[in-house]
């Protein structure tokens, strides 16, 4: 499953009273994007088309694979990209737009894997590198995300838990890249899986499990917004990315949150608030309701979800 949030920024400051609320705006139908079981989630703006990695590995002509579906907002499947690499934990997935190329983890060899994509935005398997990671200084790869304006990966690394920041080169090289640490600790989250680059705000998105709620952090990791995911009723979270709204009605630059779960694909909109003692420096609004989930607790999942569909 998929869960797309879209969270819509207004010129309007919401102080810490406002109410939390997350709405569920569509569903992808399967018989569309097929059977899934997703772990991974990147987009590819050139190609404009999510790339999916599923979890577990396939062997082809004596060749161990992990397969990247290609699938369109407009629910398309429009093929897959075998990898040649066996990717352990393909929640750690992302496309990096300043430097044209699908990155992975392979945290069984402690390797980077960079596959270069084409001015079209489409990945070219037959291009893949890997980098030493192992003065990234990670132990449990959760989640991975990528500045499209820069290029500096966010790595979640969830036995601090704490989130690893590393500076490539100017020509996009990881040998001499640039790596400082994040501690989580002093926001009170002590489990973490999923991080998002918002490219907006500059703020980083990530999942609590233990709270079920999808927190907002500023670079420097100070708290800006926490939202309430328990009415989603999700089943296991993976990754997460910004992409463009599906709503074609929307202004192009409008951008959505979508999320993983191996289960259905969600895509939302949330009201933004801060906890107690903080303040959000943009708010959200809501659009075309399906789901709301407001401060009260109550909130409406628009029924059980089939497994494998995808919601917006």
């Known amino acids: 499953f998929v869960l797309l949030f879209s969270l819509e920024r207004s010129s309007a400051v919401f102080a810490q009273s406002e109410a939390v609320f997350i709405r569920q705006i569509r569903a992808f139908d399967r018989d569309n994007v097929g059977d899934l079981d997703p772990v991974g989630l990147a987009f590819s703006p050139e190609a404009e088309t999510f790339l999916v990695v599923e979890a577990g590995t396939i ?106 920041r590393v500076e490539p080169g100017l020509d996009g090289g990881f040998d001499q890249a640039a790596v400082s640490i994040m501690d989580l600790k002093s926001t009170g989250l002590e489990e973490v899986r999923g991080i998002a680059f918002d490219p907006d705000s500059g703020h980083l998105h990530l999942y ?33 990315v910004f992409a463009p709204s599906g709503d074609q009605t929307d202004d192009p630059a409008k951008r959505s949150l979508y999320l993983a779960d191996r289960g259905s694909v969600v895509q939302t909109q949330a009201a933004n608030s801060g906890k107690s003692g903080q303040t959000n420096p943009a708010g959200f609004q809501t659009y075309m309701p399906l789901v709301m989930n407001n401060s009260s607790g109550d909130s409406d999942n628009g029924g059980e979800q089939e497994p494998g569909t995808i919601i917006e």
């Open 208 to 240: 609590s499990p233990r709270d079920q709620e999808l927190v907002e952090l500023t670079q420097s990791g100070q708290f800006v917004a926490g939202r309430d995911m328990s009415g989603f009723d999700l089943q296991m979270p993976q990754a997460m």
């Open 59 to 164: 062997t082809h002509s004596s060749r161990v694979v992990t397969n990247v579906t290609m699938i369109t907002a407009l629910e398309e499947r429009i093929g897959s990209v075998p990898i040649e690499a066996n990717i352990f934990d393909a929640i750690n997935v992302a496309f990096d737009s300043r430097f044209g190329r699908l990155l992975l983890i392979d945290s069984a060899n402690n390797e980077l894997i960079e596959i270069k994509a084409g001015p079209d935005g489409t990945v070219d398997s037959s291009t893949l590198i890997r980098h030493d990671a192992r003065h990234f200084g990670i132990a449990i790869a959760q989640g991975m995300t990528v500045d499209p304006a820069s290029g500096h990966l966010f790595i979640v690394d969830s036995s601090g838990p704490q989130i690893v």
